[in-house]
C-alpha cells in the first residue's frame, strides 16, 4: 500500500476518534450519526483484502417513484441520507427504511433494491472503500418464489422461476471482493 491510498483512509477512519477526543476548536460542532458493526443486512462488517485499495465518493438520486433495481455491493459501502425517504428491500422481502440524516452500512454482496415511494428525490452521499477496477454496485437478479399468475406483480431484475440446475462443480476458492469483477462486467455505480 502506498502513503497516497493509506492518508487518506486513515482520516477517514479517525474522524470520529479526533471529533470525540476533542481535537477540534470550541466552536466546532461533531454529532455521531452512526456506530455500528454489522451492516444493514446484519453481516459483520468486513474490510477488504487488496493491493490496490481505492476510496470512493458519489452521489446519487434517485426520483420520486424511481427505484435502484436489483443490485449487490461487491465493496464496503457507506451512505448519508441527504434528503427524502428510502426503501432497501432485500432479497427475501425484508425491508429497512432510511430518512433524511440517516447513515447507511450497505450490505455487502446481499441482493438489495432502493426505492423512493415519497413525493421528493432521495439524494444519497456514499463513500465506498473498495479495489482498483472492481465497481461499487453491480447488477444482481433475485429469485422469487412461486408463479407471476399468485398475483405478483412482475418487476425488473426479478426472476419468477427458479435458476437451471447446473451439474455440481469442484470445490473453488470462496471469492472476496477482489474477483468478484471477474463475474460482472455492467457496474452501475462508479
Same mark, same amino acid.
Given at each position: 500500500?502506498?502513503?497516497?491510498?493509506?492518508?487518506?483512509?486513515?482520516?477517514?477512519?479517525?474522524?470520529?476518534?479526533?471529533?470525540?477526543?476533542?481535537?477540534?476548536?470550541?466552536?466546532?460542532?461533531?454529532?455521531?450519526?452512526?456506530?455500528?458493526?454489522?451492516?444493514?443486512?446484519?453481516?459483520?462488517?468486513?474490510?477488504?483484502?487488496?493491493?490496490?485499495?481505492?476510496?470512493?465518493? /458519489? #452521489?446519487?438520486?434517485?426520483?420520486?417513484?424511481?427505484? @435502484? $433495481?436489483?443490485?449487490?455491493? *461487491?465493496?464496503?459501502?457507506?451512505?448519508? !441520507?441527504?434528503?427524502?425517504?428510502?426503501?432497501?428491500?432485500?432479497?427475501?422481502?425484508?425491508?429497512?427504511?432510511?430518512?433524511?440524516?440517516?447513515?447507511?452500512?450497505?450490505?455487502?454482496?446481499?441482493?438489495?433494491?432502493?426505492?423512493?415511494?415519497? /413525493? #421528493?428525490?432521495?439524494?444519497?452521499?456514499?463513500?465506498? @472503500? $473498495?479495489?482498483?477496477?472492481? *465497481?461499487?454496485?453491480?447488477?444482481?437478479? !433475485?429469485?422469487?418464489?412461486?408463479?407471476?399468475?399468485?398475483?405478483?406483480?412482475?418487476?425488473?431484475?426479478?426472476?419468477?422461476?427458479?435458476?437451471?440446475?447446473?451439474?455440481?462443480?469442484?470445490?473453488?476458492?470462496?471469492?472476496?471482493?477482489?474477483?468478484?469483477?471477474?463475474?460482472?462486467?455492467?457496474?452501475?455505480?462508479?
Amino acid at each position: 500500500m502506498n502513503s497516497r491510498t493509506i492518508i487518506p483512509v486513515l482520516c477517514l477512519c479517525c474522524w470520529s476518534v479526533l471529533a470525540h477526543a476533542g481535537e477540534y476548536r470550541a466552536e466546532v460542532k461533531t454529532k455521531e450519526i452512526l456506530k455500528a458493526t454489522t451492516t444493514a443486512a446484519g453481516q459483520p462488517i468486513v474490510y477488504p483484502r487488496t493491493d490496490q485499495p481505492q476510496v470512493t465518493a /458519489s #452521489t446519487v438520486e434517485i426520483p420520486s417513484g424511481g427505484e @435502484t $433495481g436489483w443490485h449487490t455491493h *461487491p465493496v464496503p459501502l457507506y451512505a448519508w !441520507v441527504v434528503a427524502g425517504t428510502l426503501t432497501v428491500e432485500f432479497e427475501g422481502g425484508s425491508r429497512v427504511e432510511y430518512r433524511e440524516g440517516d447513515a447507511i452500512i450497505e450490505a455487502v454482496n446481499t441482493p438489495q433494491n432502493g426505492r423512493n415511494s415519497g /413525493s #421528493t428525490p432521495v439524494k444519497l452521499l456514499i463513500f465506498s @472503500t $473498495g479495489a482498483v477496477d472492481v *465497481p461499487n454496485a453491480v447488477k444482481t437478479l !433475485v429469485y422469487e418464489p412461486g408463479p407471476a399468475s399468485q398475483g405478483r406483480q412482475e418487476r425488473q431484475g426479478v426472476r419468477q422461476n427458479p435458476p437451471e440446475q447446473k451439474p455440481a462443480a469442484p470445490a473453488e476458492k470462496k471469492e472476496d471482493s477482489t474477483t468478484i469483477k471477474l463475474r460482472y462486467k455492467e457496474p452501475i455505480i462508479e
